[in-house]
Nanobody, 129 residues
Framework: QVQLVESGGGLVQAGGSLRLSCAAS????????MGWFRQAPGKEREFVAA????????YYADSVKDRFIISRDNEKNTLYLQMNSLKPEDTAVYYC??????????????????????WGQGTQVTVSS
């Protein structure tokens, strides 16, 4: 079992920045990748960004590319999302997702929710205009 705890959400004005964190904990787990998804009111959950734990390859949704930066601290088992130039349309609950090593097939589709076996509870991000 892997527990994921997100933090860093809040209310910010358009053009501002926020940094989300997601701390992973559990017994003897190995991470293949982690990602961020978000769900706005009345909409389906969508992919935001992801990162491979070994090698650090990153993946971004077009809507956040050049504004958001995903990173990780392997020693702390912590995932980050630096969100800059925030827009009202970025308002959503942001979820952290974890893909364990050996979970799923050999091909990794960063945008696929079924690639991830553990999810956090979510943190609210609200961007005012």
């Amino acid at each position: 079992q892997v527990q994921l705890v997100e933090s860093g959400g809040g209310l910010v004005q358009a053009g501002g920045s926020l940094r989300l964190s997601c701390a992973a904990s559990g017994r003897s787990f190995r991470t293949n990748a982690m990602g961020w998804f978000r769900q706005a009111p009345g909409k389906e959950r969508e992919f935001v960004a992801a990162i491979r734990w070994v090698g650090g390859s990153t993946y971004y949704a077009d809507s956040v590319k050049d504004r958001f930066i995903i990173s990780r601290d392997n020693e702390k088992n912590t995932l980050y999302l630096q969100m800059n130039s925030l827009k009202p349309e970025d308002t959503a609950v942001y979820y952290c997702a974890h893909k364990s090593a050996f979970f799923g097939g050999s091909y990794y589709n960063a945008k696929g929710e079924d690639e991830y076996d553990y999810w956090g509870q979510g943190t609210q991000v609200t961007v005012s205009s």
